[in-house]
């Protein structure tokens, strides 16, 4: 039984920032890809931004030079740091995690941005 719990969301102010996580637990060999995806009401879930085991990352446009992805393989852990955050990136943060083909996801974590 894989699990992914993610932590850190919450209410900001435009402008400011927040640091998400997520623990993976459970029986696994090694992961490959972890990410973070959002999902806003009446949208789509979209990629925010991914990491490979290597450390090769990728980020939507919309959020390039204001979130960083890391991951802490000892930990099996990834992070975003979310700095300049806007309106528009209210939705709900999911993590996945991508092991032996299986792909995972985490229960979801909110962050909304309003003054």
């Known amino acids: 039984q894989v699990q992914l719990v993610e932590s850190g969301g919450g209410l900001v102010q435009p402008g400011g920032s927040l640091r998400l996580s997520c623990a993976a637990s459970?029986?696994?060999?090694?992961?490959?890809?972890m990410g973070w995806y959002r999902q806003a009401p009446g949208k789509q879930r979209e990629l925010v931004a991914r990491?490979?085991?290597?450390?090769?990352?990728n980020y939507v446009d919309s959020v390039k030079g204001r979130f960083t992805i890391s991951r802490d393989n000892a930990q099996n852990t990834v992070y975003l740091q979310m700095n300049g955050l806007k309106p528009d990136d209210t939705a709900v943060y999911y993590c996945?995690?991508?092991?032996?083909?299986?792909?995972?996801w985490g229960q979801g974590t909110q962050v909304t941005v309003s003054s």
């Open positions: 990491i490979s085991s290597g450390g090769r990352t």
């Open positions: 996945d995690m991508v092991t032996l083909g299986q792909q995972y």
């Open positions: 459970g029986s696994f060999f090694r992961i490959n890809d």
